[in-house]
């Protein structure tokens, strides 16, 4: 058991000193603007299964050098999902500003904006924590109020509403953290058809770099569905998945 340990160590040591090497080899060839050559040893990380933030954004950078804009919004992209980032927002911005389709987000209602902001304040576990907290102090008062005089009525309203409240937004922002799939379109134009058979009604195209949600699979067909709200059927061989 100790033998395979230590062999699970060293392999492991050994993968990441030989990532370090590449990353740096490759850093070396994007600031030296070969972006060519930097791209197949940042692709050459992601290979032996060695993924990050960093190493996504700079593989966004090196295809948005390159004007491959769908490769260069597909790496961005992977890079927030594993970390929030302004740099990433704002290259993952000017990307979109580069491919043909501009899709409007709906506009989001004023009372769901107002709670999405409200519960990003905290984590889904420290929600969790508050929750706990503003139960037990609540379950201790009424506790003490069958022992004692103290009477707070009206502060233990209070607190059951503020622990349904917490309640709510921890389940709120966990529903936030599950992963919707996403992928990039990456054909230059792809006809999004009205049911999964190429004998539908043509509903609109897509272009190589726009984002798209997917919401059921069947065959080689995937159900999907873009900012604005618009939705159809198109061949998964046509997009990346995130």
Not at 8 to 36: G, H, M
Not at 194 to 206: G, H, Q, R, V, Y
Request: glycine share 4%; with cysteine; aromatic share 14%.
């Amino acid at each position: 058991m100790k033998l395979k340990t230590l062999i699970i160590t060293l392999l492991v040591s050994i993968s990441s000193f030989a990532s370090d090497q590449l990353f740096e080899k490759a850093n070396r060839a994007y600031n030296n603007s070969d972006y060519t050559f930097a791209i197949p040893l940042y692709d050459s990380i992601l290979t032996i299964g060695l993924e990050s933030s960093e190493l996504y954004y700079n593989l966004g950078n090196c295809h948005y050098k390159a004007q491959d804009w769908a490769n260069a919004i597909w790496h961005y992209e992977k890079s927030l999902k594993l970390k929030k980032n302004d740099k990433t927002i704002q290259n993952l911005e000017l990307a979109n500003l580069k491919i043909i389709d501009r899709i409007e987000e709906i506009p989001q209602l004023f009372y769901k904006k107002w709670w999405s902001s409200f519960i990003s304040i905290f984590n889904t576990f420290s929600w969790q924590l508050i929750s706990i907290l503003i139960i037990w102090l609540a379950l201790t008062i009424k506790i003490l109020s069958q022992f004692t005089n103290y009477k707070k009525e009206h502060f233990l309203s209070i607190l059951y509403s503020l622990a349904l409240i917490s309640m709510f937004a921890t389940y709120s922002s966990y529903q936030g953290k599950i992963t919707k799939k996403e992928a990039i379109i990456f054909t230059s134009s792809i006809v999004v058809n009205s049911a999964p058979t190429t004998n539908s009604t043509n509903l609109f195209s897509l272009h190589s770099g726009s984002k798209i949600e997917i919401l059921d699979t069947i065959g080689e067909w995937i159900n999907i569905k873009i900012a604005n709200g618009s939705s159809g059927w198109i061949k998964e061989s046509g997009c990346k998945i995130l």
